[in-house]
């Protein structure tokens, strides 16, 4: 009756040996393949963790020098060739989309005849609607001010649901999807309304809907990244050039950031020799994803993440894009995602922001997306791109 007993003792030292030898055929395969999908799973995951300033031993700490050296060579070269002297001045037709199906700003509205009364001016105000989702019954279209709409079946000429129309103040609130992903895409027809709120805290740093409520603004979006050492930084402390309302507080940084901002003209200029006096609002981050038109490599950014990006197209619309992130039914997107939408709305310029838990957007006093933030407010920041109600614009103007 010993033999089976001595069999089993026996056995485990094998069955450990090829436990080991699975791991580390696993293990190689993970590290070294050169399988499209095993190596840009590597390639995501190793980005990921660089491209953080507290956790990069995720990738250090398991995977050799030469494979990780490899993935951010490769991101540098990606940022380097990103940078540009300067963006040019749209022009005064559309800009061209890479996508045929995209979003022409001089789509022409139909005529008054043919469509109730008042969705005429509506129309011509907002062109990106599609007026055969516009519900017969809404009852007066002049001054329409909607939000949490997407249950009307409302949507653009790209066929985007609406979640808001507010005609008072010039924007639109597009919902936007794809396969993993979720946010929205605010259209200010009047960049003039668009500028930089600083926080205006003086030791910590304030949330978006703060530096709204600060400012009297309609919406607001997070801009500039901050010092956040181990995770844990309160948004006082911006990076890099910061200019808002024609007062700086920070000075330029060198590569990969490059400058951000409107000029007193409202064009959106990005590019690393732009001239700081000619701005009226500026930040910098990296990378430009829309360069004159034309879709720009962002090379690395390939990970799903929450982000944020600011656009302009040729009619000098504002493009405010947030992607929702790190949640269960929205695990983020790449740049390349953020690219393709922001051409689907005609972009000329545009450029990536903070993402991660900075990510979020207020309109009217209320946080309407989901930040990865455990805080539920959302994290603390220097700035914010605020849209103002036309009344600054005009104060500002009899100001002059």
């Not at 944020?308 to 619309?317: E, Y």
């Amino acid at each position: 009756m010993a033999a089976p007993n001595g069999r089993k003792k026996r056995r485990w030292p094998v069955c450990l040996i090829c436990v080991v030898l699975v791991l580390v055929i696993v293990y190689l395969t993970a590290v070294y393949s050169q399988i499209p999908f095993i190596k840009h799973l590597r390639t995501v995951y190793i980005e990921t963790a660089m491209s953080t300033m507290h956790h990069r031993w995720l990738a250090t700490a398991f995977i050799p020098a030469g494979v990780v050296n490899e993935v951010v060579d490769h991101m540098n070269k990606a940022l380097e060739e990103n940078m540009v002297p300067e963006s040019k001045l749209p022009g005064g037709g559309p800009a061209t989309p890479s996508d045929p199906t995209a979003y022409h700003p001089d789509i022409t509205p139909p005529d008054p005849p043919d469509v109730a009364s008042g969705l005429g001016a509506l129309l011509e105000q907002f062109p990106e609607l599609d007026p055969e989702t516009i519900p017969e019954d809404i009852e007066d279209f002049h001054g329409l001010q909607i939000k949490d709409i997407m249950d009307m079946g409302i949507k653009t000429t790209a066929g985007d649901a609406v979640w808001a129309i507010d005609s008072p103040n010039n924007l639109l609130i597009v919902y936007v999807s794809g396969t993993g992903y979720k946010g929205k895409l605010v259209i200010v027809k009047d960049s003039a309304q668009v500028i930089l709120g600083a926080n205006p805290r003086a030791s910590r740093g304030s949330s978006v809907t703060e530096i709204c409520e600060h400012y009297g603004a309609v919406l607001g979006v997070n801009a500039s990244g901050f010092i956040d050492p181990d995770g844990r930084g309160n948004g006082f402390d911006g990076v890099g050039l910061i200019i808002s309302e024609g007062v700086k507080s920070h000075d330029a940084i060198a590569s990969p950031y490059q400058i951000c901002g409107l000029d007193y003209e409202n064009n959106l200029r990005l590019g690393y020799k732009v001239e700081e006096s000619t701005l009226r609002d500026a930040v910098q981050f990296y990378p430009i994803v829309v360069l004159n038109g034309e879709r720009m490599n962002p090379g690395s950014f390939i990970s799903n993440q929450p982000r944020t990006c600011i656009g302009q197209t040729s009619d000098r619309s504002m493009l405010l894009l947030m992607i929702e992130g790190r949640q269960l039914d929205s695990l983020g997107a790449p740049l390349t995602v953020c690219c393709d939408i922001l051409l689907r709305y005609g972009c000329y310029n545009a450029m990536n922001m903070d993402g991660g838990s900075s990510s979020s957007i207020t309109y009217m006093g209320e946080m309407i997306t989901r930040t990865s933030s455990p805080m539920s407010t959302g994290r603390y920041l220097p700035d914010a791109w605020l849209v103002m109600p036309p009344s600054y614009v005009s104060e500002k103007s009899a100001g002059q």
